[in-house]
Structure formats: structure tokens, C-alpha cells
């Protein structure tokens, strides 16, 4: 009998690549992949660690997913990714209802472990994370058609003291640009239009292999890929976005005027206890050369709220600086006490009803940001990419460039004149917190 495997993804966008190319080399391996976790004779739960409710969700995931052993046809329960990488020897010990546990630097040998974990051998494939995409893997695209990620670089080197990344994807190791390349060339054969590129550090690409800063020649070579409509950047490093980046996303029409850099905070005492680059002088002039070069930028960034040591003043300051900067898009996270990290040892820890109250009252701020950004698109014509229909609404419902796919608002169009996947142009007429609506302009 074929087993069907059913792989559950859960964190970043960086683990959806790595169970597309589980995905593909299962497929090659013969192996059926199902939709239905009922269905399954082997799951494979690709894991979070980052912060204490992603790894919380981890567990909960895998403890419900063992039930199907008894429910259903389960016969293997495999755990990969960042909670393996961290918690090898735990999970083991304490969690027996696990089949076999691989890697972050080892999940290219899937097939390996899902074949001995149904011969009852309990396989664990846990290596230091070295391994990088030079090779050609199979990959599986489970996102929409039109848009995927391509991930550009693994592991980080930046050691902020409040992240455990290091610890879970190793240092970091740029791929060769041809390997990109010819990955984004595969992907534009499949249909894809959109690009979204992703690194933990995705500005610090390429100076380990080349020896200098290559993600602006990058990305100017991605657009360059017949079929290829939109090039986006995520998780820019602040410390490295350097003037030939702003520059080429400036010319380039294929890439889209967002950017997305976590900057975690505004106030130099916490950007130091953070182990951040700059200080909110630099971060400020940052942003403005940003803006003065590329006329409607959206920016995203996030905060961390809640840091060991952060005062009432400090968190005033921060909301003064969210007011000041008006961000287009930003996420805020509560600061999370990750062992192993130096954070984790820093004294004043912040209590946790107060970070949740920050958090709640920065967004609220940033909600009436938002609003009033988004009222300059009113009157614009926009490239829209549909994404979907709303029969209730009788509507099509897409994005602009200047929103990523499912964390940003979206646009509602109406008289909508192409299919899903297709680029139309669009009318703003309207204008909410986070979203646009307009008519096609047929």
C-alpha cells in the first residue's frame, strides 16, 4: 500500500519553503500527500520555537495529532523543524508518542526517516545546521499558484539577546545566487508572478560568499526572470540596508515599493540591551532616506514590548515614536523570556499584564496611523493581483504591491475584468484601517 502523508506547517514563512521541499521529495520518493490528516498513514509536523506560544502550539499540535493513531490510520508521527533543533533530546524523553524527529539542517533526508520511523526504529536526525539549498531539491508549491517564497540566505549572525534563531537555524550562510535563481526560474515556469524573497537577514545577503552586500544585484536579477510581475523583500536588517538597495528598489517597476524591516524598537537604552544596530537617531534618518527616494513606500516593521528594563518612559517614547514615524504596516509583540538567550538573564523583567496592556494600547495607535495612511491612495490607480472572490459581497478581493500576502490589508474591487492570479489595474474610491476598495479601470 502507497502511505499518504499529510504535513502540517506551523511559524514562518521560511518553514512553508522547507515543508514545500519535504513536499517534493516525498512526492519523488512515490509516497501520496494528502490534504486530509484523517486520511494519513504518516504526518509530519513541521515545527515552531521561537517564542514560548509557538512552541506552546508546537506540543498541542503534535499531542492532538497523536490521537489519530487510535482515530485514524495513523502509523507515524514525525516531528521536524525548530522545536526538534532546539529540544531533541525532551521530545524524545518525554514525548513518546513521536515516531522520529529530524533537524532544521537535515530535513533534505525526510524520506530516510519516514521510511525507517514505519519500521518502528524511532529514527532522531538532529545535526549541527549547516545545510543551505546549493543542491537541486525537489519542491512543492502549496501556496497560491501565482506567489511563493524563495528563501535567499539561513541562520542569522546578528545575535540580538532576545532571539533564539541562532540557536535553531545556525549561522549565517547566503545561497549562491545561480541556486536562487534558477529556483526562481522554476517557480515562474509553475505560473508564479510574485516573488516574496526571505532570510532571517535578508539585507546581509551575500557577504559571506562574495565578500560584499549582493541583494540589490539579486533582486535586479530576479526581475530579470520571464514571467516574474513583483519582487518583494521581507525581514530587511537595518544595519545593512545600504543606498544601492534604496536605489534599485527605487528604478526597478518589478519591485515593490515595501519594505519590510523589524526594527524592535525606539529607544537607544533598550536598542542596547537588545543588541540592535543604530540607535533612533540613525533610525529615523533611515526611514526619511527611504521615503525621499521611493514615493509611496509602504513600511512594515515590528516592536517588542515588554523588554527587561523597559520603563513607562520608554514605552511612552516608543508610542510617541510609532505616532511620529507613521509606519504603514506593524506588528507588536510582547517580549517572550526565551532560555539560553542573554536576555532571559537581564534583570527588571517586565510583568506580563503589563507588556499584554502596551501591546494593546501601541496597536490602537497604530490602527489610527494606518487609517489616515491609507486615505492617500484615494483617487490612485493601482496594480491590483486577484486573489479571490466574495460571492456574499460580489466582489474580487486582491493586493497591491504595497501589501504582502496574508499579513497586510487587502483591495476590494469591483467590475472586475480577469481571473485569479491575474494583475488588473484599480480605481481607489475608499479607504479603511488597513484595507482599499475601488473599481477596475476597464
Keep these: 500500500m502507497t502511505e499518504k502523508v499529510k504535513i502540517v506547517t506551523l511559524g514562518c514563512e521560511k518553514n512553508l519553503v522547507d515543508s514545500e521541499i519535504m513536499s517534493g521529495l516525498i512526492d519523488q520518493r512515490g509516497y501520496s500527500l494528502v490534504d486530509n490528516r484523517e486520511d494519513a498513514t504518516v504526518i509530519i509536523v513541521n515545527t515552531c520555537g521561537f517564542i514560548d506560544a509557538a512552541k506552546e502550539e508546537s506540543v498541542n499540535t503534535i499531542l492532538e495529532l497523536a490521537d489519530l493513531k487510535e482515530s485514524g490510520r495513523l502509523k507515524a508521527l514525525i516531528v521536524s523543524g525548530c522545536l526538534t533543533q532546539r529540544y531533541k533530546q525532551t521530545l524524545m ?10 533537524g532544521t539542517g537535515d530535513f533534505h533526508h525526510i524520506n530516510r526517516i519516514v521510511d525507517e520511523a514505519l519500521k518502528g526504529k524511532k529514527p532522531a536526525l538532529v545535526g549541527n545546521p549547516v545545510f543551505n539549498y546549493e543542491q537541486a531539491l525537489p519542491r512543492k508549491l502549496t501556496t497560491a499558484r501565482y506567489t511563493t517564497y524563495v528563501k535567499i540566505a539561513e541562520g542569522c549572525d546578528n545575535n540580538c539577546t532576545f532571539c533564539s534563531i541562532p540557536i535553531m537555524r545556525g549561522k549565517f550562510r547566503s545561497r549562491s545566487m545561480e541556486s536562487v535563481l534558477e529556483e526562481v526560474r522554476s517557480m515562474a515556469a509553475q505560473g508564479v508572478k510574485e516573488i516574496s524573497l526571505i532570510a532571517q537577514d535578508s539585507t546581509n545577503y551575500g557577504t559571506d560568499l562574495y565578500g560584499e552586500f549582493k541583494l540589490a544585484e539579486l533582486m535586479d536579477r530576479v526581475t530579470q526572470v520571464e514571467g516574474i510581475e513583483w519582487v518583494r523583500l521581507h525581514y530587511a536588517y537595518p544595519g545593512f ?10 528604478t526597478n517597476p518589478k519591485i515593490c515599493k515595501y519594505v519590510d524591516m523589524p526594527l524592535q524598537h525606539s529607544e537607544d ?15 529615523r534618518e533611515l526611514v526619511a532616506k527611504i521615503r525621499a527616494r521611493i514615493p509611496h513606500v509602504s513600511l512594515r516593521t515590528s516592536l517588542i514590548v515588554g523588554f527587561p528594563g523597559e520603563t513607562k518612559e520608554d514605552f511612552e517614547r516608543l508610542c510617541e515614536f510609532v505616532r511620529e514615524v507613521k509606519f504603514d504596516r506593524l506588528g507588536v509583540f510582547t517580549y517572550s523570556k526565551e532560555e539560553d538567550t542573554p536576555a532571559s538573564r537581564l534583570p527588571d523583567q517586565v510583568d506580563e499584564a503589563v507588556k499584554e496592556w502596551r501591546a494593546n494600547t501601541l496597536m490602537e495607535i497604530q490602527r489610527e496611523v494606518a487609517n489616515a495612511n491609507s486615505g492617500k491612495f484615494v483617487g ?5 493581483l486577484i486573489e479571490r472572490y466574495d460571492g456574499r459581497s460580489d466582489v474580487y478581493v486582491g493586493r497591491s504591491q504595497y501589501d504582502a500576502p496574508e499579513i497586510d490589508g487587502e483591495v476590494f ?22 484595507d482599499l476598495s475601488g473599481e477596475a479601470v476597464l
Excluded: Q, S, W
Design 93 to 102: 524523553d518525554e514525548m513518546p508518542e513521536i515516531d522520529g524527529i529530524v
Design 269 to 283: 537604552a533598550i536598542l542596547k540591551r537588545m543588541r540592535r544596530p543604530g540607535r533612533n537617531r540613525d533610525i
Design 241 to 250: 540596508f545600504t543606498d544601492e538597495l534604496i536605489e534599485m528598489m527605487a
Design 413 to 434: 474591487v469591483t467590475n472586475c475584468p480577469v481571473g485569479l492570479g491575474e494583475l488588473t489595474k484599480v480605481r481607489i474610491t475608499h479607504a479603511f484601517d488597513y
Design 380 to 384: 490612485e490607480v493601482l496594480d491590483v
